[in-house]
């Protein structure tokens, strides 16, 4: 049981690359999240899938896409990287929607724009 | 909106002694969610203890409790009996029970002195 799953742990990227980055979780959750972490700062959610099939935008979504592929897998793209999207990207899962149900997270992906 | 802050950047401790970690949250809601999560160097996000507000009883875990004070909006997070492992950054976060998103504070750092 690896629980959440993240890939690459490290990523450059040049501005106006593109890149996905892949999330997998194994405890059979419904919900699952993209959030980032700039230095010195909290998480802020970028998007979130309240269940296979949905998506939706949360607090930072401007420059990124996703796509649920399947209960188990939700990714994260850059369509256009942007040095403003230097960040820690973490996924997230957690087995409903709503509830306080806890939140369990990923290893974090490091991206440098230049 | 809700925020969360944490007022304390930077927090020391001796090993083996007790130390309090501030949170303070701002909501109009009444049925929420608190949380405090664990990031050491590795950048793992940890979940460390959780606690609904519904309830009056204090959640503890271990070597960690907290102090909710729901009229207050405060959310301390207690540590017993420090151990060089505590060490690390501390988020505390809220999420509403029907919501989507962990609003996190900016965090803490904890430094545990041999």
């Known amino acids: 049981n690896a629980g959440v799953t993240q890939t690459p742990k490290f990523q450059v990227l040049k501005t106006g690359q593109s890149m996905t980055l892949q999330c997998a979780q194994d405890?059979?959750?419904?919900?699952m999240y993209w959030y980032r972490q700039d230095p010195g700062m909290g998480l802020r959610l970028i998007y979130y899938?309240?269940?296979?099939?949905t998506t939706d935008k949360g607090e930072v979504p401007n420059g990124y896409n996703v796509s649920r592929l399947n209960k188990r897998e939700f990714s994260l793209r850059l369509e256009s990287a942007a040095p403003s999207q230097t960040s820690v990207y973490f996924c997230a899962s957690s087995g409903l929607w709503g509830g306080g149900e806890t939140q369990y997270f990923g290893p974090g992906t490091r991206l440098l724009v230049l | 909106a809700q925020t969360v802050t944490q007022s304390q950047p930077e927090m020391s401790v001796q090993e083996a002694e007790t130390v309090t970690l501030s949170c303070t949250y701002d909501t109009s809601e009444s049925d929420y969610y608190l949380f405090w999560y664990k990031q050491p160097p590795s950048r793992q996000m940890i979940l460390v203890i959780r606690q609904e507000a519904y309830k009056q009883q204090n959640a503890t875990e271990n070597r960690f409790s907290v102090n909710f004070q729901k009229a207050a909006k405060s959310f301390s997070l207690k540590i017993s009996d420090s151990q060089l492992g505590d060490a690390a950054m501390y988020f505390c976060a809220y999420i509403l029970n029907a919501g989507n998103m962990l609003t996190f504070g900016g965090g803490t750092r904890l430094m545990v002195k041999p």
């Open positions: 899938s309240a269940s296979e099939g």
């Open positions: 405890m059979n959750h419904n919900s």
